[in-house]
């Protein structure tokens, strides 16, 4: 199409007539992949003679595709994209960025940064001769556009990336520092110098982020950069030109050069600065840039503050830097030594005005208190406010240099108290008793800590604190619910205190002003968590919720969320008869966040945050009330379509959180229902096209399904589960382009499977084996090999016979079990078992072996028999002693309070208790242990080599799977040990004595100690059910 014609469509796809529209776009949609479209889009773009409107749409559309297509993301994808528009949109785009208008800047600046993203230096080489001819030609502007673009492209690269930013560097910084230095000499600088100014700041901050550039280590030339940017620190912004609006003021040209000034100087400092550093090179310039620059900046930046102490103006985010800056200075001597003369001023005059309530807050607190509470709240305004750089700086000055500033800043606070008190009411110092909260409310942690404050903290709250519940002055209640939430966990010396403070929070649930609604919310949590009788809260739990959740239809507060969770935890299974309520109250609260959410494309935007908040509170409320089935049927159709919508992609930012409660719903109701089995295909479909990441937590409830289910997974043919689920981890495990870990769920499935199943999936067998031992071949991590082995396990112990004779039909027998043996071997220098450290493996791969030790002579011969008995033998000790030691770490948690543990025989250095109980003497087997491994070795070559240096998945491996129930739980290995054993020595006493005569005098001495515990665990096992049957039986009135 030519460019008149492609014009006109493009014209179109503006037009108010929907049909007109839709045309138009379906046209560009078939137009978009032929050759030179692209180049004529851009020619469209750049032609000053057209409407702009149809520019923008052009320019938008060329965003676009080029986002899309330029580098796909999957390297096996068709380029779209032939080689020769590639390299014409190359050739001319960072010209054209220059010529069009800002509106336009913006897009192609887009476009710009993911090519370069993509192409620089290897299919872009040219790029940078380019920038360089032109720092040297008159259009700067746009030649250091690109080039902010360039070094932005490597700004958090790791050092072995970051080669080509010292080549950038080389080749441009001598020509910026030229220009940088004829900007600063230009006297009366326009506001278009200022931007020029600022693409250099941007550049150099892209390029020493990370990294000081070795070019930048000469000592000449660092201080010639320098020079310039103490320069732009020290001279006044211009007063001509200024916007009067406030936010216009902050993005005003020379306000942002400040900042950018500001920021650099900071990065260095803070980064580059520390005499601490290691490397003796970057010590080398933390000492010369303390020795020439820091005090010097120090200086410049208490000007720049003395500016607001007499009223004049200063960005929020230029004071919030400086403040860092003289945190961090804090705690360096010789910087400290500079500060100290002007400290008193910085504090009382300063600092502390900032911390107060002010003009800007009071606005907002009246025109809008939800983008008041939005703001309180925000963590990412915290990186902005003076307010948080303030209470920062006061908290790290008491922190580190308490001795010489606690008190006088406490006293100062004191003064503040007492001349509040005694002023009469209509001149009382509001906005001053404000910032004095704040400020105790900010050194809480110092305060509980330290003498004579610690003992008066009590006297203070109750003195200064809990009056202002009732202060005329709004923001003065919403600080004294926050200072009261600091203050929550201190030990009251009156319970009634604590009382009193408790029902002050509930009373400003109900406040007229939201602020003070949302501020005792958060206050009410630590109030709950400090509360030592819940009979305190326990009468006013409905009305508590009922407060809560009347402030979530108002705000989307993540906040609010945490409070509600913190409740649910503390009364447990108390909150039973609010259950549904709860549920239902949360999901309509995660819908509202949603739709907010949708209309706002800020990934930490607030209502995406709290609708996180609302799933993790409901999951909070499901495990509360665990052991409640019933419950689970009534939530059910509230959470439904929650679950129903948000595993498709529409949920890929709470997928976790909504798996959770799948996994809940699915693992706690009384049985699975139609409706919740109607959610399977979705996490199969997720699984397939987008959600890899999530396989373990979508592990969990297909288990469930499965294990709890199981009849209906047998059964239903429409859908076919057992076919999705084969389809599924097939494609999974035959996936080459998927790393080891990634498709470690796929063999815990298929264990479920065989474990959940036994004697009903015969002919699903053979499949499962043969992709387990193709996957085999390929594992590289050990972690992902005995997971396969132990399909292979699972097999056995399904049906023995069945296996091995689909292992002999494969011809890898022999390789399969050398593997297996050789992971069984396998152990540290310190001696421990590298392979196989949970418990569940551990009995997985018992059962497995104990079940060939029951096939009859002509498919198991002598020599194996022997071979699988004795790595039997070896197995159920270390099972053995790897539950005696985490029984002995339960009983210890249960004496310490409940703190959890979990230690594996793997972790026990000395594990050889468990041979000495069972009546082996402690023998030297090393040698022969190392030959018979070597030989293992060489035989499992097929299955690829084991390197004793292989990952080491040491804890890592004790995940929560260790608790999830599984169908061998009542399967006790000894008992079956025995049992086996006993059937073998009945059916074919010859064959059992050929065995026992095999056996030298520590197999048989620990064969012995086996059938002896096992005798003892069925015991155990009987007395247990008895202790069961007894409980169950109704005592007779």
Request: proline share 5%; with cysteine.
């Amino acid at each position: 199409m030519d460019l008149a014609s492609l014009a006109i469509v493009l014209q179109t796809a503006l037009s108010s007539n929907h049909s007109d529209r839709k045309a138009a776009e379906q046209s560009l949609n078939q137009l978009q992949y032929t050759p030179q479209h692209l180049v004529r889009v851009l020619q469209i773009i750049v032609d000053n003679n057209r409407d702009i409107a149809v520019r923008q749409f052009a320019s938008i559309h060329f965003k676009n595709f080029i986002a899309k297509n330029w580098a796909p993301l999957d390297p096996n994808e068709q380029q779209k994209i032939s080689p020769s528009d590639k390299d014409l949109v190359r050739d001319n785009i960072h010209v054209y960025v220059v010529q069009v208008p800002p509106l336009l800047r913006v897009q192609l600046g887009e476009c710009l940064k993911t090519i370069i993203n993509a192409d620089y230096p290897e299919h872009w080489p040219r790029l940078l001769d380019w920038v360089k001819h032109n720092l040297q030609d008159q259009q700067v502007y746009g030649t250091l556009f690109v080039l902010r673009i360039l070094a932005r492209k490597y700004e958090f690269k790791s050092e072995d990336e970051r080669t080509p930013v010292h080549h950038i560097v080389e080749e441009t910084f001598p020509l910026l520092l030229n220009i940088f230095n004829k900007l600063v000499l230009i006297d009366k600088p326009s506001l278009e110098v200022a931007d020029l100014i600022k693409l250099i700041c941007k550049i150099f901050w892209s390029s020493i982020y990370l990294e000081i550039p070795k070019q930048l280590l000469d000592p000449n030339v660092f201080n010639a950069w320098m020079m310039l940017f103490l320069n732009v620190l020290e001279r006044p912004v211009p007063v001509e030109g200024q916007p009067v609006d406030p936010e216009l003021r902050k993005s005003w040209g020379w306000w942002k050069v400040k900042k950018w000034t500001v920021h650099i100087l900071n990065r260095l400092y803070t980064r580059f600065g520390d005499l601490k550093l290691r490397n003796p090179e970057n010590r080398a310039f933390a000492q010369m840039f303390q020795k020439n620059y820091a005090g010097k900046i120090l200086e410049c930046h208490l000007n720049l503050l003395g500016v607001i102490r007499v009223g004049g103006y200063l960005p929020d985010r230029v004071i919030n830097l400086i403040l860092q800056y003289l945190s961090s200075s804090i705690s360096k001597n010789s910087m400290y030594t500079l500060l100290q003369p002007q400290l008193d001023v910085l504090i009382f005059e300063i600092v502390f005005p900032l911390m107060c309530f002010n003009d800007n807050d009071q606005k907002l607190w009246e025109d809008d208190p939800h983008e008041y509470v939005r703001k309180g709240y925000d963590i990412i305004e915290d990186l902005y406010s003076p307010r948080t750089a303030s209470m920062d700086f006061v908290s790290e000055l008491v922190r580190k240099r308490g001795k010489e500033n606690l008190q006088k800043f406490i006293q100062f606070i004191v003064e503040i108290f007492k001349r509040y008190d005694a002023t009469p009411v209509e001149y009382k110092p509001y906005r001053q008793k404000d910032g004095a909260l704040l400020a105790v409310g900010a050194l809480c942690d110092k305060l509980k800590q330290t003498e004579p404050y610690k003992s008066e903290l009590e006297h203070m709250l109750m003195q200064h604190v809990f009056p202002e519940f009732r202060s005329p002055v709004g923001h003065l209640r919403a600080k004294a619910a926050w200072v009261a939430g600091q203050y929550a966990h201190v030990n009251f010396s009156d319970q009634n205190n604590f009382r009193q403070a408790l029902h002050c929070i509930v009373f400003a649930l109900r406040d007229p002003e939201l602020p003070v609604r949302v501020d005792s919310v958060f206050a009410l949590r630590s109030f709950v968590e400090a509360c030592r009788d819940l009979n305190e809260i326990r009468p006013i739990l409905p009305q508590l919720l009922d407060e809560i959740f009347k402030l979530m239809n108002e705000v989307e507060n993540e906040d609010l969320v945490f409070t509600l969770e913190t409740i649910v935890d503390k009364f447990g299974e108390e909150m039973a008869p609010y259950a549904l309520g709860l549920c239902q109250n949360l999901a309509a609260a995660f819908w509202r966040c949603m739709n907010t959410a949708e209309g706002d494309d800020e990934a930490d935007d607030p209502g995406a945050l709290a609708a996180v908040g609302c799933l993790r509170a409901i999951s909070t409320i499901l495990e509360s009330v665990s052991r409640l089935p019933h419950l689970f049927v009534q939530v059910e159709p509230t959470l439904l379509p929650i679950m129903r919508r948000m595993l498709t992609t529409d949920g890929q930012e709470v997928f976790e959180e909504v798996l959770e409660i799948v996994s809940y719903m699915t693992f706690f109701s009384p049985t699975i229902s139609l409706d919740m089995w109607s959610l399977w295909p979705l996490m199969i479909e997720a699984l397939a096209d987008w959600a890899i990441e999530f396989f373990p937590n979508i592990l969990v409830p297909l288990d469930n399904y499965i294990s709890r289910g199981t009849a209906h997974f047998l059964n239903c043919k429409e859908p076919d589960y057992q076919q999705s689920l084969w389809n599924m981890i097939s494609s999974i495990m035959s996936d080459k382009n998927l790393e080891d870990s990634d498709i470690e769920p796929a063999p815990k499935l298929i264990e479920v499977v065989f474990q959940s199943c036994r004697g009903q999936v015969d002919h699903w067998v053979e499949p499962y084996l043969r992709i387990t031992l193709d996957r085999l071949r390929r594992a590289e991590k050990s972690r992902l090999k005995c997971l396969l082995v132990q399909v292979i396990a699972n097999a056995v112990y399904y049906n023995a016979t069945l296996t091995l004779s689909i292992l002999n039909k494969f011809c890898v027998t022999s390789e399969v079990f050398n593997l297996w043996f050789q992971l069984l071997q396998q152990v540290k220098r310190s001696g421990v078992r590298v392979n196989f450290k949970r418990e569940h493996d551990k009995k997985v791969c018992c059962l497995g072996l104990i079940s060939l030790l029951a096939l009859p002579g002509d498919q198991l011969a002598g020599e194996a028999l022997g071979r699988v008995f004795r790595a039997t033998l070896d197995l159920l000790v270390a099972y053995k002693d790897q539950v005696a030691v985490e029984a002995a770490k339960v009983e210890e948690a249960e004496d310490d309070d409940g703190m959890d543990g979990f230690e594996s025989d793997d972790d026990d250095d000395d594990a050889n208790g468990s041979d000495k109980e069972m009546g082996v003497d402690e023998e030297d087997g090393d040698e022969a242990d190392s030959i018979r491994l070597q030989k293992f070795a060489a035989q499992a070559k097929a299955f690829g080599a084991i390197d004793d240096d292989d990952d080491d998945d040491s804890d890592d491996d004790f995940s929560d799977d260790e608790q999830v129930q599984s169908p061998i739980d009542e399967v006790d290995p000894f008992v079956f040990f025995v049992d086996t054993v006993k059937v073998l020595q009945a059916s074919d006493p010859m064959r059992f004595q050929n065995l026992t005569q095999t056996l030298d005098l520590h197999y048989q001495a620990l064969a012995n100690g086996v059938a002896q515990h096992a005798e003892q665990r069925r015991a155990e096992i009987e007395k247990e059910k008895m202790e069961k049957a007894s409980a169950a039986t109704p005592v007779p009135s």
